[in-house]
């Protein structure tokens, strides 16, 4: 195997060779036959183990082999303790997602104090296999089929070609000793239950299930590949980027053979599950919307308008702004400073007359029948009227917010424009610059 596995990493994971390598290392076989077998191929590696408190004294026993184990091989080892179950009680998070998010994260914190190069992890076909069934089980696109990535950014897993019988018989013939988790045999969990009652019978119908499914999943690559090109190619005519949110083109949408695979392959990186809303989204009114866990897409006549869900606040919510502050970041960042001379105004400044302003000043969300007096302008405008000559969005109404004075007279449409009152030409009174910054 240690050849093979030189050949596979000069044939297909080239970069790997003279680069910083961190391995996750749990104590088990996979982990562990991987440090061997990297260690013989003299590759520049280091071991990072997670304890996450879950199996008392097995867990401690854990640890202390892979500092052992370390220390045999002339390896820096790295280690870290959790409080796994706290950690998900507190975050409201199963106890797998918990150490998932624990310990990933902690790697990157490595990785960024260390300069490791790559992080590579132990997965091998079996797992590979085990997360197709699970993801074929639970509903999934195309994405899920075509299994565990072989590389995910700085992520590698260069056993990915391997079994597990492969690994374990090397491990055996090296006499290479490894810890066992008991909880691994347990059928408590789903991946569990695959591993043990449901790929035995499968590979009973198909011995060669591993190698049939390695081609099955390169075939799916393939085709994904494809399908890829294609929305990259339409992606152009029904996608635009505003600011902050992204704009799909309803008509455009309808254009396609199936809008409803299309929107899937457009949306399915921002975390939505219903579908069929989202589709029926197409044809619903104006201000209905969708939310996943981390988006909302919202239908805005002729457009899906999709942008990251904020923390949510109460339109009626007022901030204020006292006489003397010079800036704030609530709910937005605003610089104010006292100047004499006024300079080139944008979307981003304005100057005002300080004497003119009855203070303190307010931040606050519009409503219905505010009005300004828009800057180069003659008479007063409602800001509904002002925003459909605009043309703004819906999501793009319930972004703004409104500089006012304390008597409510709308000072500025943030990022926007300015109303005209609070400024005069002849005015050699101190001027406030206020500024919006990123």
């Given amino acids: 195997m240690l050849q093979k596995l030189s050949n596979y990493i000069i044939n297909n994971l080239p970069f790997l060779k003279d680069k910083k390598l961190l391995i996750a290392i749990s104590g088990g076989v996979d982990s562990v036959a991987l440090t061997h077998l990297l260690s013989k191929l003299n590759f520049d590696v280091s071991l990072a183990h997670c304890n996450f408190n879950l199996r008392a004294t097995e867990s401690n026993l854990d640890e202390y082999f892979v500092k052992n184990l370390g220390k045999n091989l002339n390896i820096p080892v790295f280690t870290t303790q959790f409080n796994t179950i706290q950690f998900a009680k507190n975050n409201k998070q199963s106890t797998q997602i918990a150490a998932r998010n624990l310990r990933y994260n902690w790697f990157n914190e490595l990785i960024e104090e260390h300069d490791f190069d790559y992080l590579l992890t132990a997965h091998h076909a079996d797992d590979n296999l085990e997360t197709f069934l699970i993801n074929l089980t639970r509903g999934t696109g195309l994405d899920g089929l075509t299994g565990i990535p072989e590389i995910n950014g700085n992520i590698v897993r260069p056993l990915l070609p391997f079994s597990r019988e492969e690994i374990k018989t090397f491990a055996k013939e090296n006499n290479i000793d490894w810890r066992e988790d008991k909880s691994n045999a347990s059928t408590k969990y789903t991946r569990n239950k695959v591993r043990h009652l449901i790929i035995p019978v499968l590979k009973e119908i198909n011995p060669s299930l591993l190698e049939t499914f390695s081609k099955t999943t390169e075939h799916l690559k393939e085709s994904q590949q494809i399908i890829e090109d294609k929305i990259s190619d339409v992606s152009s005519k ?194 406030l610059k206020i500024s919006v910054k990123p």
């Fill in 238 to 431: 029904i996608i635009a980027k505003e600011k902050s949110f992204l704009k799909l083109d309803i008509k455009e949408l309808e254009k396609t053979s199936n809008p409803k695979a299309y929107l899937y392959q457009l949306l399915t990186a921002y975390n939505f599950t219903e579908w069929n809303d989202v589709y029926n989204l197409l044809s619903a009114q104006s201000g209905k919307r969708i939310y996943s866990k981390t988006h909302v897409l919202l239908k805005d006549r002729n457009y899906l308008v999709l942008s990251k869900q904020e923390k949510k606040i109460s339109k009626d919510k007022t901030f204020i702004i006292e006489e003397n502050e010079i800036a704030i970041t609530n709910p937005i960042h605003l610089k104010i400073e006292e100047v004499r001379k006024k300079y080139a105004e944008d979307k981003q400044t304005i100057y005002v007359d300080k004497q003119s302003l009855d203070f303190p000043l307010k931040i606050r969300k519009w409503k219905n029948g505010d009005f300004f007096y828009p800057s180069g302008m003659t008479g007063k405008k409602k800001l509904s009227k002002y925003f459909k000559d605009e043309k703004f969005s819906l999501l793009e109404k319930e972004n703004i917010w409104l500089l006012c004075s304390n008597n409510d007279e709308i000072i500025w449409i943030i990022n926007h424009r300015k109303d005209n009152r609070f400024y005069k030409k002849e005015s050699n009174k101190t001027l």
